[in-house]
């Protein structure tokens, strides 16, 4: 009786590690009927794109000889191009500023949301959100309505008091009022991120922490902010990316802002108007992918940084 089980017991053994070590076909066909659609849009609305966009960045059309295979050529040309040089720097130095400004306002409004238990808590967290919901077109036009001194509300509440208001699209305070408008819109969003992970961080350990006598600074400084760190980091990047690709708010401002901003305030600008305002996109192209290798290298240096340190609260 007990050889009959243990060989049942093996044969059953036997029949679940065959049944394991093949997965029928069915399995596979349904798989990729549920990756199939993403996979058609994922390469036909960026793949085949960024594909067309390197082959015509290979490529120069003259007006004598029609185009030709000049394959780096442009690219050497773009990183000795005063106007892509200029507008690379425009963005590294904006981002140096920016991101940090972003960064600690986010922290601070979180730290703040999460400490407070009050109703008032989901009001706030909607209003602070809000401008991240409005489009960044609407925001730029709103703004530049709010810094225009020929109808801007700016006037008259300066004029109250014998003042003239500070020309924020002038060549001296554009960068301080792009300033103002990155941080308006993207502060709330970085915010709700560090919000969600100070709610996933468990209570006890603050109970723990006060019990052991310390102060709500240390809980904050030496708890909550190291256990977020990670979402910190996720917001960097986010921003980093997002801020060397710079180019909805001064495209719109350039309007309101003539003679200050000009069509290659930044590379993303000066590939629009390459592509779309000269018809050269072959170096259109170029300024795209020369832009996109600039945060990649800025992106992996920093995720290099960060990895290589545990922490860069560490």
């Not at 849009?41 to 004598?64: G, M, N, R, T």
Request: with cysteine; aromatic share 16%.
């Amino acid at each position: 009786m007990t050889i009959s089980i243990s060989k049942d017991a093996r044969r059953g053994r036997k029949r679940t590690r065959q049944v394991r070590g093949r997965t029928p076909v069915r399995e596979h066909v349904t798989g990729w009927l549920f990756v199939g659609p993403f996979g058609l849009v994922f390469v036909a609305l960026l793949i085949a794109p960024l594909a067309y966009a390197l082959y015509l960045s290979l490529f120069q059309k003259k007006l004598i000889g029609g185009t030709s295979f000049v394959f780096l050529d442009n690219y050497a040309k773009a990183f000795t191009d005063p106007s892509f040089l200029d507008g690379a720097w425009f963005v590294l130095r904006f981002s140096l500023v920016a991101i940090p400004v972003q960064i600690v306002i986010a922290l601070a409004m979180a730290l703040i949301l999460d400490a407070v238990t009050s109703a008032f808590v989901r009001f706030s967290r909607l209003m602070v959100f809000l401008p991240y919901a409005i489009p960044t077109v609407i925001g730029a036009v709103m703004w530049g309505f709010l810094y225009s001194k020929s109808f801007g509300p700016l006037t008259d509440i300066f004029g109250l008091f014998g003042a003239s208001p500070p020309d924020f699209l002038s060549s001296h305070l554009i960068f301080y009022g792009l300033l103002n408008i990155v941080t308006w819109q993207w502060a709330g969003y970085y915010m709700i991120i560090l919000y969600a992970a100070l709610q996933g961080i468990d209570p006890t350990l603050y109970e723990a922490a006060r019990i052991d006598g310390a102060s709500g600074w240390q809980v904050t400084l030496r708890i909550k902010i190291p256990l977020i760190s990670p979402a910190l980091i996720l917001i960097l990047v986010f921003a980093l990316i997002g801020t060397l690709q710079f180019f909805n708010e001064p495209q719109i401002l350039r309007y309101l802002a003539a003679g200050t901003i000009g069509p290659d305030f930044t590379p993303n600008m000066y590939a629009y108007q390459q592509a779309f305002a000269l018809a050269n996109f072959n170096y259109g192209s170029t300024i795209s992918f020369a832009l996109g290798g600039v945060v990649f290298v800025c992106v992996y240096i920093f995720m290099f940084l960060t990895r290589k340190r545990g922490s860069f609260l560490s």
